[in-house]
């Protein structure tokens, strides 16, 4: 038996007054979730724990059964694998912005939203500071990723970006005694890409066009390359990712998930939605596991808009219709959040999620509504992240008795 693991990012939500204290996902109209709470069963989830805020990227880990305290030490290497880039065990990775500096101080983070900076990455790939190699790579936007390569490195080492314009950019400090040198390669890079970006063609142009230019680029989100075994390992599945979002895929391509690039799938407003959902019954074809990740309700709640997050919801429950195709191909579907993004906070908060676990002989309870009020009656109570898919092997038949 197969299994899909539907992850409605952030969609999570808190009372809102405008809406007779209802939640978003109360308010939205929602037949196609509602059915499949009908064929199954209902529940809340703390993707970590009850009380703790989780990050796209531990809640995902939590969600196929790691445990993030003991392979996450930062975002940076599921940003770069999210790249496609290669990753060594001991490696550190950061995310970073292309920004602009003028007079030693941010003027903006995004060096105003620069859109292709290619160019501006070769000239910073491949150097060498202090011994270690520095793999650099452009991304979306004014996004980018740094790769230290070396002896001696710790993700232990504090964020350059300062967070907000207006100031200058932090330096890097070591937090523990062992991220003294990894800090200090920071530092230099840091410089080096004011000096080689200051001078680049590139920002000469932008600047005599009026543009803000790209001439720092600020690290922030250290993380230690930890490897993780893979879910083949582990529980003897293949496994398959159909997500937009960089991040996503980067913590299922260090799981050992297949993660086609799928065209129309950004994980963005713009993303199309059927193209996934065909992926997704495309990928089930081939893999036991599939997981998918659809990011627009977290988009609305850090955006604090409520009735796009209603609508979009609404969106979002349309593509699900062929979902009901697949319980009746004995696919157990658990539907859910990766965490709350509540309107009024802007931001995640720890609000545990509704989880729904469907399928043709899935024990059934009497939820017939899938929002994070009415699943709280249903019978699979409240679970942990790291409970879900050893409860999805259990129902698909795929889990070793323990014991005799
Ligand atoms: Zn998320
Ligand atoms: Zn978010």
Excluded at 21 to 47: E, I, R
Aim: glycine share 10%; aromatic share 4%; charged share 25%.
């Amino acid at each position: 038996m197969k299994m899909l693991l539907m992850i409605c990012d952030g969609m999570g939500d808190r009372a809102i007054p405008e809406f007779g204290n209802k939640t978003p996902l109360q308010k939205a109209d929602t037949p196609n979730m509602d059915w499949l709470a009908d064929k199954g069963m209902c529940g809340l989830m703390d993707a970590i724990a009850p009380g703790v805020i989780p990050g796209s990227d531990t809640a995902h880990l939590a969600l196929l059964g790691y445990d993030p305290a003991e392979v996450y030490s930062g975002r940076g290497p599921f940003e770069a694998a999210g790249l496609d880039m290669e990753l060594r065990e001991g490696d550190v990775a950061l995310r970073c912005n292309f920004a602009t500096i003028q007079d030693g101080i941010i003027t903006d983070r995004r060096a105003g939203r620069i859109k292709n900076p290619r160019a501006l990455e070769e000239c910073l790939d491949g150097m060498e500071i202090d011994g270690v190699k520095i793999i650099f790579k452009a991304a979306v936007e004014h996004r980018a990723v740094l790769i230290l390569r070396g002896e001696g490195l710790s993700s232990s080492i504090t964020d350059v970006d300062p967070h907000k314009p207006g100031s200058e950019p932090w330096v890097c400090k070591p937090v523990m005694p062992e991220g003294e040198k990894t800090a200090a390669v920071v530092n230099h890079f840091v410089k080096k890409s004011e000096k080689i970006l200051g001078e680049h063609p590139l920002n000469k142009e932008r600047e005599n066009k009026g543009l803000l230019p790209a001439n720092i680029v600020l690290p922030r989100g250290a993380g230690y390359m930890i490897p993780l075994t893979s879910l083949q390992d582990r529980y003897k599945i293949t496994s398959s990712a159909i997500a937009g979002i960089g991040l996503v895929k980067g913590v299922c391509r260090l799981a050992g998930m297949d993660v086609p690039e799928v065209d129309g799938v950004t994980g963005g407003l713009d993303t199309n939605l059927d193209a996934k959902m065909n992926a997704v019954k495309d990928a089930l074809k081939t893999h036991d596991f599939v997981l998918s990740n659809i990011k627009m309700p977290d988009i609305y709640g850090h955006d604090g808009d409520a009735a796009g997050k209603v609508n979009g919801i609404e969106k979002l429950d349309e593509a699900l219709a062929p979902l009901k195709e697949l319980i009746e191909e004995d696919v157990i579907i658990a539907l859910t959040a990766d965490h709350s993004t509540p309107v009024p906070v802007m931001n995640h908060s720890a609000d545990p999620v509704p989880l729904l676990i469907a399928g043709k002989h899935v024990r059934r309870d009497e939820v017939v509504h899938f929002d994070e009020i009415s699943v709280a009656r249903g019978c699979i109570g409240r679970i942990k992240g790291m409970d879900l898919l050893p409860i999805m092997l259990d129902l698909a038949n795929r889990s070793e008795k323990y014991g005799a």
